[in-house]
């Protein structure tokens, strides 16, 4: 199986002679338990994640079982040992991942990797769809089957000082489909370059062309293959690379031109995409906009590719290898884990939005409650979230459509092929054939 770094970068498994820890009922030397009776699980996570390590040594204190915990310094590190254990029989009984695994969480599940957990699910009472964010959820299934437990996921949008929206003459709408959308984006970009109080449209958080290429394509929820053939939709992958192109090309002469004549570029920006937890990420827009500017925003989800929903792409999720002896303790393990109210170790803007609707809604109503922040080293009061922008993303959080997980290797095809048409080297024909042949002998691997 291919892999990769981060989101991007391809990366080559090398596989090297390791020490094998047992799935359950033995535990190495290692073991972070001071339990010493009954199961073992074994849990790999990556030790950077926001949240993952309190929470399992709060698990651990009320759990019925031992916990074993292997935290790595990256998610390549992570994917390289337990590639290797797998193929040596024996390892981790969890994998808690994120969205830069290099692992394809599509292939562990049609490899038989994952544990099916629907049965589970099914007999817990304590487990009821309404309080989840059930559509998410689902995208950790396969043919009716749940081998993946979503924990939290992020959504893509663009947000606007009031004045920059004014100035377009309001072109965006909320009731448009993903294309016609990246088209009023375009028109409202081309007004703000002729304007001469504001000069930089569409505002990235990243110059790199693989970087904006694939936040158009998790935002746009656009399908290359069915899991079997390529099926993309050629018209609507023109229609998202003509939009990054103009985009790219555009905000980079104007970056370097204003960054070369020493001008203050952060008073100059149009419209930001961002990607993340809505709700948090937009307060702190807002009160930083205030503080900024003393103006109020707006934002625009970025629609689905047929008007009337959202996409969310999931972001942190845990599996269950399908070869552990107590897979039952592990469906406990994960249950708690989309059940934890991480918010409460202050990390609101780094993590993603929770499945959980009661957490989410709990902590919206914080976010959107608080008027003492701290900005650097500075405390500011600032106003409670205007209620349209409450109201707003109360109403589109309930409109998620589709939801998918990532998948590296048919994602770093599809960036490295049509990154040289952004760039023009290449036509868009030429990439297209390129993709869907590396994407048919991919599918054939």
């Not at 009716?144 to 072109?171: H, W």
């Amino acid at each position: 199986m291919k892999k990769y770094k981060n989101m991007f970068k391809l990366i080559l498994i090398c596989f090297i002679s390791l020490v094998i820890f047992s799935a359950c009922g033995e535990a190495s030397d290692s073991a972070s338990s001071s339990k010493s009776d009954g199961d073992v699980l074994v849990i790999y996570y990556v030790k950077e994640h926001p949240f993952y390590q309190t929470a399992l040594e709060e698990y651990q204190k009320k759990a019925q079982v031992s916990l074993e915990l292997h935290a790595f310094e990256t998610e390549e590190e992570l994917a390289k040992q337990y590639t290797a254990e797998g193929l040596a029989g024996g390892g981790a009984d969890v994998l808690l991942l994120s969205d830069t695994s290099s692992l394809d969480a599509e292939k562990l599940m049609t490899e038989g990797i994952c544990f099916d957990l629907t049965e589970y699910l099914e007999q817990d009472q304590n487990y009821n769809k309404e309080n989840y964010f059930e559509i998410v959820v689902d995208a950790g299934k396969q043919e009716g089957k749940q081998y993946i437990l979503p924990i939290t996921f992020d959504m893509g949008f663009a947000v606007t000082r009031n004045t920059v929206s004014e100035l377009c003459g309001n072109i965006l709408t909320d009731d448009t489909d993903c294309y016609e959308f990246y088209q009023e984006l375009l028109a409202c970009q081309q007004l703000l370059y002729d304007s001469e109080e504001i000069r930089l449209g569409l505002c990235f958080t990243s110059d790199s062309t693989k970087d904006f290429l694939l936040y158009a394509y998790y935002t746009s929820g656009l399908e290359l293959t069915d899991g079997k053939t390529v099926s993309v939709n050629s018209e609507q992958l023109r229609q998202l690379c003509d939009f990054v192109k103009a985009g790219q090309e555009e905000f980079q002469a104007k970056y370097d031109e204003m960054r070369n004549s020493g001008s203050n570029s952060a008073t100059l920006v149009g419209y930001q995409l961002l990607f993340g937890n809505p709700a948090a990420i937009i307060r702190q827009q807002e009160y930083s906009y205030e503080a900024m500017f003393q103006e109020n925003i707006n934002y625009f989800m970025f629609p689905e590719d047929t008007a009337g929903g959202y996409r969310a792409t999931v972001r942190d999720f845990g599996l269950v290898d399908a070869k552990s002896d107590c897979p039952e303790e592990a469906y406990k393990l994960l249950k708690y884990l989309i059940d934890y109210d991480f918010y409460n170790l202050g990390v609101v803007y780094t993590a993603g939005t929770p499945v959980n609707r009661n957490i989410f809604e709990s902590q919206f109503h914080n976010l959107s409650t608080i008027t003492k922040v701290t900005m650097g080293k500075s405390a500011m009061t600032v106003s409670p979230m205007a209620e349209d922008l409450v109201a707003k993303i109360e109403e589109q959080i309930n409109q998620i459509t589709s939801a998918g997980l990532k998948h590296p290797d048919m994602e770093q095809i599809f960036a490295e092929t049509m990154a040289d048409y952004i760039n023009g080297t290449a036509d868009f024909d030429t990439c297209y054939q390129l993709m869907c042949s590396r994407l048919n002998l991919y599918l054939k691997e």
